[in-house]
């Protein structure tokens, strides 16, 4: 989780991102966030997150982010 | 017809056979008669008078009719007079993205005077930078933000709060004494000092552009457009006087689809979008994410582009998509009413070749001029002047910046005639058309947004800390990097956050290097070259 708080805070250092349950709603993260941050859980993780898989639910927070990078074998 | 113009400006507007054409044609569909008058709010008037029920805009919160949306704008109208005996000065409008702010644009014109709209999410100090300079007669806004107007000093006195019940019954309609020279809107641009500058645009400008896209494109009241532009931005103008002019139904939509470009299409669908105006990296986001393979297509038949430079790539994605539609890359600053030029797709291109930006559009001409002025030849490069009744009258409040962006055409010894010099580059191919070729100074063209690197140096160098600063751009990432001199060691972390006090994200360098000392090149300037090879080579400090 501190890794990926990491990413967040590279893309945003602004903000805590511990503290929100809702990243878009809080106005944390634009589209050129969520790009970047696809992009770079993609190199991170060498993984291949799908354009289906870029929806409001996966990127509400860092559970749901958590969640999906479960999906794609990311663990720890 | 003007001598100057090369054959290749008189080339129908839609290729024959397109499938757009034959389209339009066989539903029985005819272009709607273009407005003459001299007020675009004019067209608005009529069009509600020939379809008063039929849904003029769509937003998150549901639709508004022709009819209703007039009552609204009258209603404005009247309360604006009520304020203030003002003409021809401009009133800002402060509101999210929504119905009501195209009924206050229309108000705003209604009263007789000229909208200027201002973005909500815009860091007070560049708000009070820029109402500073605009002086207007009035700020309309809503409770939610008009805490943040005073903050940027706006006086309560100047403020017009939206209530949100505005009707005709709220005053007599006013009287309007409009001629086609007055200022219709003044849209903001990035300006190299610091200072944003105001364009400011006639109903003339708005009328010519509007009354060529409807024929051009085709628009009638059977169009629905996916408005993407934000209303500061002056895309926004086709988007919104094609709905005033032609009786299109525009969906503003919203702002959280495109952060996630599979509900982005999703939407469109919903809403059986078939026109979009959108800026090529919001295509672009989708087409690398093959979402269009990932979801049903919207019904889309008209797809233009606008604001930055299209790379072929993407449009060969959209294209293999929509085999039928009609493509459109359009160019033009703000300066002479969102697009002078435009290109309809009507070959094919390879992945890395350069898509044209086209021909001038009806009424305008451009100019490509070599270092001495005169006109380059086929293939030679030269900057982009543009000339015709377009122009903007020049920047509110600022004759020096006017008076050297709005110069004597070089070509015309003869009267006073204005040509705007863009500051971009091109040339002409061998088929007449116009290839954009690079800017001539320090402007940027970022995610659409048109950005002085010099303001943003200005915004830094404004900070206490900050003893210089340097940014460059790097086309091939796409991301600006800010080098700088600080007095004492600061954070990303906390430049950023002081950054965005003062400058809109998206004006934001990616990179940020502290380095002891920028480097100077021989003439004693900050060496920019060798500042943006480090970027290219990413080799940083």
Sequence with gaps: ??????????????????????FVGDGMLDSLDVVTLVAALDQRYRISIRGVEIVPENFRNLETIAVLLRKHGVTG | MDSKYSSNNRKPCTPPGSGLHSCLASAGYEVTSVWSGASVIESLEATARRLPGKTAVIDARGPVTFSELLDRAS?????????????????AVYLPRSKECIAAFAGVLLSGNAYAPLDTKSPPARLALLLDKLEPALVITDAGHAGE?????????????????????????????????DP?????????????????ISHRGVADYIGW??????????????????????????????????GATLVLIPEEHFLFPLRLIEYLTAQSVRFIFWVPSVLASVA???????????????????????????????????????????????????????????????????????????????????????????GERGEICVRGSALAHGYWNDPERTAAAFVQNPLNPHFPEPAYRTGDMGYRNERGEIMFAGRCDHQIKHLGY????????????????????????????????????????????????????????????????????????????????????????????
């Design chain 2, 184 to 200: 219709a809107y003044i849209i903001h641009t990035s300006g190299s000092t610091g200072v944003p500058k105001g364009v400011v």
């Design chain 2, 288 to 378: 690398r994410l093959d979402i269009l393979s990932q979801t049903t297509l919207p019904p889309l038949e008209k797809i233009l582009f606008a604001g930055e430079v299209m790379p072929a790539r993407c449009l060969n994605y959209w294209r293999a998509k929509y085999p039928r539609a009609l493509f459109s890359n359009l160019y033009g600053p703000t300066e002479i009413t969102v697009d002078c030029t435009y290109y309809i797709v009507d070959r094919e291109f390879r992945d890395d070749e350069p898509v044209p930006i086209g021909v001038p559009r009806r009424n305008m001409e451009v100019l490509i001029l070599d270092d001495s002025g005169r006109p380059a030849g086929v």
């Design chain 2, 213 to 246: 896209a409807v024929q051009c494109y085709g628009i009638t009241e059977a169009d629905t457009i996916g408005s993407q532009a934000p209303f500061h931005f002056d895309n926004s103008t086709l988007d919104i006087h094609l709905c005033f002019s032609a």
């Design chain 1, 1 to 22: 989780m501190d890794e990926l708080i990491g990413i967040l805070r590279e893309i945003r250092p602004e903000f805590e991102f511990r503290d929100s349950q809702d």
């Design chain 2, 450 to 541: 048109r950005i002085e690197l010099g303001e943003i140096e200005a915004a830094a160098m404004a900070l206490p800390e900050i003893r210089n600063a340097c940014v460059v751009y790097d086309p091939e990432a796409s991301q600006m990097a800010m080098f700088y001199e600080s007095s004492r060691p600061l954070g990303v972390a906390e430049l950023r956050t002081q950054l965005l006090r003062r400058l809109p994200k998206y004006m934001l360098p990616a990179v940020m290097v502290a380095l002891p000392e920028l480097p100077l090149n021989s003439s004693g300037k900050v060496d920019r070259v060798k500042l943006a090879a480090a970027v290219r080579a990413r080799v940083y400090g």
């Design chain 2, 149 to 181: 107007l005073g903050e940027a000093g706006v006086a309560a006195e100047r403020v017009l709060l939206w209530e949100g019940t505005e009707s005709v019954a709220a005053g007599a309609l006013p009287e309007r004494r409009t001629i086609d020279t």
């Design chain 2, 75 to 91: 209603g404005v109208a009247a309360r604006i007079r009520a304020r203030t005996a003002a003409l021809n000065q401009p009133v």
